[in-house]
């Protein structure tokens, strides 16, 4: 069902007849009041309809069938013509070939029953959304008339005088009338018909309903002002919403919203751009152009804001198989103005839905029959996966029963009718005159009406408190939202600004001469820790903060490297590696192949400030002397080994026992 926008700004009658006939005795009338949100429904006779009405102003008053209002023309536009000033009639099954009310409900998702309470939930919710038409017998203009208020007869003087001070009177007011009408800008032609003294009428045909028009009727000694309403020849339909073909809408969400609405033939019709406007403006919007077949974005896949907007219409959605490059959409929209790139994202997305889409709305448009809506077979198709002459189909189906129930053509009654009619005008009369005599029940009556009248500014209230709450609510939620926020994003401020300090002064000890440092921390050299001779702890420590050439590394867990982790190590180049605990033998030799310095970390003092440190450069030089002495020791031994090896094997190679030599 294709919903308003927001929350009603008035409450919506439906009704249909509960009991009896509007050409026969006292019908019944089930009431359904929908203010968007809450239903209250009630079942009344046709004169409290009627002070309902008059009471609560409804803004509009959804049937069925118009004549259930009324039992013929004249009837229904004196009906027409009591309505309040800002309320008006719907037939929510067409105009002058209605659907039946089953019909139309199924086919914009709104529940129905063969109840009259059902019946009148169902248009009531039907005008909510906006379907149906208003019934109208008058125009837009309106006639105020200035006359004289009393005969120019003989009165008290003499009659000349007389005739002199009405005419007067009557040429006064007429002025004072077209002053106000001057003043509310109000277009206007006036009739003047001038009489001795002054004027004997005046008629101004205005541009406008009557609640607009600044003048209010009078009957006031010698002048009278009648306002009534132009009456048409006939009884007129007009939709209760603009026209609302179908379209295609392309939308391009983010920080500045814009929306492209392009119609069934691949013409642009508007664009929207708005960094303002939340998704419910942006989806009133779209209602007030159309409705949505297709709901295209030039991003795959379809951004979530898109995706929302495109379930509220039921419409199908479209994406590129991939994104759609600037230049593709530049081409696609270079017939087209836009007004900034939103703009023109949006208009591409929906003309390249309309491309992909063109060749099957023309294959719909050659099965639809000429008496068919194409736009409603085609969104039918296009985003309810239907078949052509399935829906084609449905649209023609003869549904003789319901036609005959709901029949919308008043007949002309028999003369025998029209002498029941006139006598029950008759006993109407009667019956209103032994009204105004049963005071006690006029009392109470009026009364009920008090109470009914506090009951609904009760209710009307209860809904408004409601709203609220729910409101202050949400906003509540947020706040606590946005607080949590807030807080998180402090702490980690906090800790990052505690980090900062401690990498500022890891950086003046890392890269200083000691002359702008503090007495305590000259001598000191920064110490990089690797938390295991691993690969993995080697590459995050580098992540962390760097491994350079020339840093002290101390190793935490030295145990466990293999050659390719030694390796690692030694491609950084460090200036000493200090450990706790063994060393593999494979990644001491390769070490020690890279000329790398390794030293107990035992031996140095080191002090560790959270994945930082720092030693003192005295001992970390001490360190490295003490692995230079054992390397040359290493390396002695080393030679030493060689040589007793070559000694080996030339002695083994001229032993006599052999009986041979190698030499020649």
Same mark, same amino acid.
């Given at each position: 069902?294709?919903?308003?926008?927001?929350?009603?700004?008035?409450?919506?009658?439906?009704?249909?007849?509960?009991?009896?006939?509007?050409?026969?005795?006292?019908?019944?009338?089930?009431?359904?009041? $929908?203010?968007?949100?809450?239903?209250?429904?009630?079942?009344?006779?046709?004169?409290?309809?009627?002070?309902?009405?008059?009471?609560?102003?409804?803004?509009?008053?959804?049937?069925?069938?118009?004549?259930?209002?009324?039992?013929?023309?004249?009837?229904?536009?004196?009906?027409?013509?009591?309505?309040?000033?800002?309320?008006?009639?719907?037939?929510?099954?067409?105009?002058?070939?209605?659907?039946?009310?089953?019909?139309?409900?199924?086919?914009?998702?709104?529940?129905?029953?063969?109840?009259?309470?059902?019946?009148?939930?169902?248009?009531?919710?039907?005008?909510?959304?906006?379907?149906?038409?208003?019934?109208?017998?008058?125009?837009?203009?309106?006639?105020?008339?200035?006359?004289?208020?009393?005969?120019?007869?003989?009165?008290?003087?003499?009659?000349?005088?007389?005739?002199?001070?009405?005419?007067?009177?009557?040429?006064?007011?007429?002025?004072?009338?077209?002053?106000?009408?001057?003043?509310?800008?109000?277009?206007?032609?006036?009739?003047?018909?001038?009489?001795?003294?002054?004027?004997?009428?005046?008629?101004?045909?205005?541009?406008?309903?009557?609640?607009?028009?600044?003048?209010?009727?009078?009957?006031?000694?010698?002048?009278?002002?009648?306002?009534?309403?132009?009456?048409?020849?006939?009884?007129?339909?007009?939709?209760?919403?603009?026209?609302?073909?179908?379209?295609?809408?392309?939308?391009?969400?983010?920080?500045?919203?814009?929306?492209?609405?392009?119609?069934?033939?691949?013409?642009?019709?508007?664009?929207?751009?708005?960094?303002?406007?939340?998704?419910?403006?942006?989806?009133?919007?779209?209602?007030?152009?159309?409705?949505?077949?297709?709901?295209?974005?030039?991003?795959?896949?379809?951004?979530?804001?898109?995706?929302?907007?495109?379930?509220?219409?039921?419409?199908?959605?479209?994406?590129?198989?991939?994104?759609?490059?600037?230049?593709?959409?530049?081409?696609?929209?270079?017939?087209?103005?836009?007004?900034?790139? +939103?703009?023109?994202?949006?208009?591409?997305?929906?003309?390249?839905? *309309?491309?992909?889409?063109?060749?099957?709305?023309?294959?719909?448009?050659?099965?639809?029959?000429?008496?068919?809506?194409?736009?409603?077979?085609?969104?039918?198709?296009?985003?309810?996966?239907?078949?052509?002459?399935?829906?084609?189909?449905?649209?023609?189906?003869?549904?003789?029963?319901?036609?005959?129930?709901?029949? +919308?053509?008043?007949?002309?009654?028999?003369?025998?009718?029209?002498?029941?009619?006139?006598?029950?005008?008759?006993?109407?009369?009667?019956?209103? +005159?032994?009204?105004?005599?049963?005071?006690?029940?006029?009392?109470?009556?009026?009364?009920?009406?008090?109470?009914?009248?506090?009951?609904?500014?009760?209710?009307?209230?209860?809904?408004?408190?409601?709203?609220?709450?729910?409101?202050?609510?949400?906003?509540?939620?947020?706040?606590?939202?946005?607080?949590?926020?807030?807080?998180?994003?402090?702490?980690?401020?906090?800790?990052?600004?505690?980090?900062?300090?401690?990498?500022?002064?890891?950086?003046?000890?890392?890269?200083?001469? $000691?002359?702008?440092?503090?007495?305590?921390?000259?001598?000191?050299?920064?110490?990089?820790?690797?938390?295991? *001779?691993?690969?993995?702890?080697?590459?995050?420590?580098?992540?962390? $903060?760097?491994?350079?050439?020339?840093?002290?590394?101390?190793?935490?867990?030295?145990?466990?490297?293999?050659?390719?982790?030694?390796?690692?190590?030694?491609?950084?180049?460090?200036?000493?590696?200090?450990?706790?605990?063994?060393?593999?033998?494979?990644?001491?030799?390769?070490?020690?192949?890279?000329?790398?310095?390794?030293?107990?970390?035992?031996?140095?003092?080191?002090?560790?400030?959270?994945?930082?440190?720092?030693?003192?450069?005295?001992?970390?030089?001490?360190?490295?002397?003490?692995?230079?002495?054992?390397?040359?020791?290493?390396?002695?031994?080393?030679?030493?080994?060689?040589?007793?090896?070559?000694?080996?094997?030339?002695?083994?190679?001229?032993?006599?026992?052999?009986?041979?030599?190698?030499?020649?």
């Amino acid at each position: 069902m294709n919903t308003r926008a927001d929350a009603l700004d008035a409450v919506v009658f439906g009704v249909d007849i509960q009991s009896g006939d509007v050409r026969g005795d006292a019908p019944s009338y089930a009431v359904v009041a $929908f203010d968007g949100e809450q239903i209250d429904r009630d079942v009344v006779s046709f004169r409290k309809l009627r002070r309902l009405i008059e009471r609560e102003e409804p803004a509009l008053i959804a049937t069925d069938n118009m004549y259930e209002l009324a039992s013929d023309k004249d009837a229904l536009i004196r009906f027409l013509r009591e309505l309040p000033a800002g309320t008006r009639l719907v037939q929510v099954t067409g105009a002058q070939r209605p659907e039946p009310l089953s019909r139309v409900a199924s086919r914009h998702g709104v529940s129905y029953g063969k109840q009259p309470m059902k019946e009148a939930e169902a248009a009531a919710r039907l005008a909510a959304a906006n379907v149906g038409y208003v019934v109208s017998a008058f125009s837009d203009t309106t006639t105020v008339k200035v006359a004289r208020g009393r005969s120019t007869g003989k009165g008290g003087w003499s009659e000349d005088r007389y005739t002199r001070r009405i005419h007067g009177a009557v040429k006064t007011t007429s002025r004072e009338v077209e002053t106000s009408l001057k003043e509310a800008g109000l277009d206007f032609e006036v009739e003047r018909t001038e009489k001795y003294g002054g004027l004997s009428r005046a008629m101004f045909a205005v541009e406008a309903p009557p609640a607009k028009i600044p003048v209010s009727r009078m009957r006031s000694g010698d002048v009278r002002i009648e306002i009534e309403r132009e009456q048409r020849d006939g009884i007129e339909f007009q939709p209760l919403a603009k026209r609302r073909d179908h379209i295609l809408v392309g939308i391009d969400p983010g920080t500045t919203t814009a929306v492209a609405i392009v119609d069934l033939g691949g013409t642009v019709l508007d664009v929207l751009s708005t960094r303002t406007a939340d998704t419910a403006s942006v989806t009133k919007w779209i209602i007030e152009r159309g409705q949505p077949i297709v709901v295209a974005a030039d991003v795959t896949p379809i951004p979530e804001t898109v995706e929302k907007i495109r379930r509220s219409f039921d419409a199908a959605a479209w994406t590129p198989e991939r994104d759609l490059p600037i230049d593709r959409k530049q081409h696609r929209t270079r017939e087209a103005g836009y007004d900034n790139d +939103h703009e023109r994202d949006a208009m591409a997305a929906a003309l390249f839905a *309309f491309d992909d889409h063109e060749d099957q709305f023309e294959r719909i448009a050659k099965k639809v029959p000429p008496q068919l809506n194409r736009g409603e077979v085609t969104a039918r198709v296009v985003a309810g996966d239907e078949s052509v002459e399935a829906v084609v189909s449905d649209l023609t189906e003869d549904d003789d029963t319901e036609s005959e129930s709901e029949t +919308h053509e008043p007949r002309e009654p028999s003369p025998e009718e029209k002498q029941i009619k006139r006598l029950k005008e008759r006993i109407t009369r009667l019956e209103s +005159h032994i009204e105004t005599l049963e005071e006690t029940i006029s009392s109470k009556d009026e009364r009920i009406d008090e109470y009914e009248q506090e009951l609904s500014d009760a209710r009307r209230e209860e809904r408004r408190e409601a709203r609220e709450r729910r409101e202050v609510v949400r906003l509540e939620r947020k706040t606590k939202q946005f607080e949590r926020t807030i807080e998180e994003q402090r702490e980690s401020i906090q800790s990052l600004e505690d980090k900062l300090e401690r990498l500022k002064e890891l950086w003046k000890i890392d890269h200083s001469n $000691f002359a702008d440092v503090s007495e305590e921390k000259k001598g000191l050299v920064p110490v990089k820790v690797i938390e295991q *001779f691993t690969s993995r702890s080697i590459e995050d420590a580098d992540d962390r $903060f760097g491994l350079v050439s020339g840093d002290v590394i101390l190793l935490r867990d030295a145990s466990g490297a293999g050659k390719s982790t030694a390796e690692l190590l030694a491609a950084c180049d460090p200036r000493v590696v200090l450990r706790k605990g063994g060393l593999s033998d494979i990644a001491d030799d390769v070490l020690f192949e890279h000329e790398i310095p390794i030293a107990p970390a035992d031996g140095v003092t080191i002090q560790e400030i959270d994945e930082l440190a720092v030693a003192r450069e005295r001992e970390v030089e001490s360190a490295i002397d003490g692995w230079r002495e054992r390397a040359a020791e290493r390396r002695r031994d080393q030679k030493s080994e060689l040589v007793d090896k070559l000694i080996s094997e030339h002695r083994a190679d001229h032993d006599p026992e052999r009986g041979e030599s190698t030499s020649g």
